[in-house]
């Protein structure tokens, strides 16, 4: 009886697994299932809607080449051309400043103490030669000889050297012209002047100031010519003739031609007399004044004065 009435295991399964839903009652998960088919023909067909444009062309891998010669009629955008931009004007270069040479640089031990008083910017970047350490006017003598110019007024600079008192006249406001025979020192001396900020009054030439007096034309003449080096100090009376490049008379009667108002710097051991008697080579003859100049009271030079330059 018992094996009988025995239900196999599989038809026991399937009778648990299947679960009848009333019939007059709709359901959503029949309708969901319905629905799947029509769900998943609508995405494909979305999925192929989002298409590429036709001219749109993927790039090739340089080792590929197309397969077939027909290209898409759609013209491939036309590549555009870089406008290079217009160059920038240059600007003009800034002037380098003259190297010191090394004769110059030996020449400054000795007078390195001394820099301050032949130039009080000197840190700012002036420069000068060997022979510009020793014969450069001292600054504070220099600006004393300059108070004697009228301002505004022109002024022949005989012996420019590295610009030490063409720097002083132009700072009075005078207008200078520095005449120097060495290019070299001109370059310095224009170099200087731009440090203290008067280059622009001053008219830089290269000549022999011989050659140019019979030309020129100003208002005063500053004669500071080379004395002969550090041993002029050997000598126990210092003459005129003992001036460099030509005597003290000749360079004289060339800045009469120029003018009537006349500076000399001279050594402190010159001869005064005769530096006097210069004054009586004009008709009628100039005013004179001479003074004796120092610099922490130390004996530098005499200055001359001559016609409105004398008090």
Same mark, same amino acid.
């Given at each position: #009886?018992?094996?009988?009435?025995?239900? !196999?295991?599989?038809?026991?399964?399937?009778?648990?697994?299947?679960?009848?839903?009333?019939?007059?009652?709709?359901?959503?998960?029949?309708?969901?299932?319905? $629905?799947?088919?029509?769900?998943?023909?609508?995405?494909?067909?979305?999925?192929?809607?989002?298409?590429?444009?036709?001219?749109?062309?993927? !790039?090739?891998?340089? &080792?590929?080449? !197309?397969?077939?010669?027909?290209?898409?009629?759609?013209?491939? !955008?036309?590549?555009?051309?870089?406008?290079?931009?217009?160059? /920038?004007?240059?600007?003009?270069?800034?002037?380098?400043?003259?190297?010191?040479? +090394?004769?110059?640089?030996?020449?400054?031990?000795?007078?390195?103490? *001394?820099? *301050? &008083?032949?130039?009080?910017?000197?840190?700012?970047?002036?420069? #000068?030669?060997?022979?510009?350490?020793?014969?450069?006017?001292?600054?504070?003598?220099?600006?004393?000889?300059?108070?004697?110019?009228?301002?505004?007024?022109?002024?022949?600079?005989?012996?420019?050297?590295? %610009?030490?008192? &063409?720097?002083? @006249?132009?700072?009075?406001?005078?207008?200078?012209?520095?005449?120097?025979?060495?290019?070299? /020192?001109?370059?310095?001396?224009? *170099?200087?002047?731009?440090?203290? %900020?008067?280059?622009? #009054?001053?008219? @830089?030439?290269?000549?022999?100031?011989?050659?140019?007096? +019979?030309?020129?034309?100003?208002?005063?003449? @500053?004669?500071?010519?080379?004395?002969?080096?550090?041993? =002029?100090?050997?000598?126990?009376? =210092?003459?005129?003739?003992?001036? /460099?490049? /030509?005597?003290?008379?000749?360079?004289?009667?060339? $800045?009469?031609?120029?003018?009537?108002?006349?500076?000399?710097?001279?050594?402190?051991?010159?001869?005064?007399?005769?530096?006097?008697?210069?004054?009586?080579?004009?008709?009628?003859?100039?005013?004179?004044? &001479?003074?004796?100049?120092?610099?922490? *009271?130390?004996?530098?030079?005499?200055?001359? =004065?001559? %016609?409105?330059?004398?008090?």
């Amino acid at each position: #009886m018992a094996k009988g009435n025995a239900t !196999p295991p599989i038809a026991r399964r399937r009778a648990n697994a299947v679960t009848l839903l009333p019939t007059n009652v709709p359901h959503r998960f029949l309708r969901l299932l319905a $629905a799947i088919p029509k769900i998943v023909r609508r995405r494909r067909r979305q999925r192929s809607l989002i298409a590429v444009s036709p001219s749109f062309r993927p !790039p090739l891998r340089t &080792s590929e080449k !197309p397969r077939c010669g027909i290209q898409s009629r759609t013209p491939s !955008p036309t590549p555009t051309r870089e406008v290079e931009a217009p160059p /920038k004007p240059k600007r003009p270069e800034a002037e380098q400043p003259p190297q010191e040479e +090394p004769a110059a640089a030996a020449a400054a031990g000795k007078y390195w103490a *001394h820099r *301050h &008083s032949l130039f009080s910017l000197y840190d700012r970047g002036v420069l #000068m030669d060997a022979e510009g350490w020793y014969s450069a006017t001292p600054e504070a003598i220099a600006a004393a000889q300059a108070a004697r110019a009228s301002p505004a007024g022109l002024v022949v600079d005989a012996f420019a050297g590295v %610009g030490g008192n &063409s720097i002083q @006249f132009a700072a009075r406001g005078c207008y200078v012209v520095a005449v120097e025979i060495d290019p070299r /020192k001109v370059e310095l001396a224009r *170099h200087n002047a731009r440090i203290y %900020g008067v280059e622009d #009054m001053i008219e @830089f030439v290269v000549g022999d100031f011989f050659r140019l007096a +019979p030309s020129l034309k100003a208002d005063l003449v @500053f004669l500071s010519p080379p004395w002969g080096g550090p041993s =002029y100090n050997q000598t126990p009376i =210092y003459t005129l003739d003992m001036l /460099k490049p /030509k005597d003290g008379y000749t360079l004289f009667q060339a $800045a009469q031609k120029i003018a009537r108002n006349i500076i000399m710097f001279l050594p402190r051991n010159v001869d005064i007399v005769q530096v006097e008697e210069l004054s009586w080579l004009c008709s009628p003859p100039l005013d004179f004044e &001479s003074e004796e100049n120092y610099v922490q *009271h130390r004996f530098k030079g005499i200055t001359a =004065y001559f %016609g409105n330059a004398a008090r």
